[in-house]
């Protein structure tokens, strides 16, 4: 098993910056890649971007390209979320997650194995 804890959520201006922290603990041997997720109220979970582990390959939905950083700590197992210019659409929970798919990177929540309880994120305009 995986245990995810994630920070760094907070109230910021729009156009201001937070950095979100996700520290794994367990069985860190046993993803490929660690994604995040966000959740507005009333909304679906949605795909933010993920990274695969071992070689740091990124991937980010289309709406926080250019603004949002994934990186990762391996020393750490510790996961990242820099997000800059933030809009009050990037408002919501924010959780971390672990795709244990070996070779394969999904966007789909449904996909992912375990998951932190979350960080709220909200930014007002």
């Known amino acids: 098993q995986v245990q995810l804890v994630e920070s760094g959520g907070g109230l910021v201006q729009a156009g201001g910056s937070l950095r979100l922290s996700c520290a794994a603990s367990g069985r860190t041997d046993s993803f490929y890649a660690m994604g995040w997720f966000r959740q507005a109220p009333g909304k679906e979970r949605e795909f933010v971007a993920a990274?695969?582990?071992?070689?740091?390959?990124?991937y980010y939905t289309d709406s926080v390209k250019g603004r949002f950083t994934i990186s990762r700590d391996n020393a750490k197992n510790t996961l990242y979320l820099q997000m800059n210019s933030l809009k009050p659409e990037d408002t919501g929970v924010y959780y971390c997650a672990t795709d244990n798919a070996w070779g394969q990177v999904s966007m789909s929540p449904r996909d992912y194995d375990y998951w932190g309880q979350g960080t709220q994120v909200t930014v007002s305009s």
């Open positions: 990274i695969v582990w071992s070689h740091g390959l990124t």
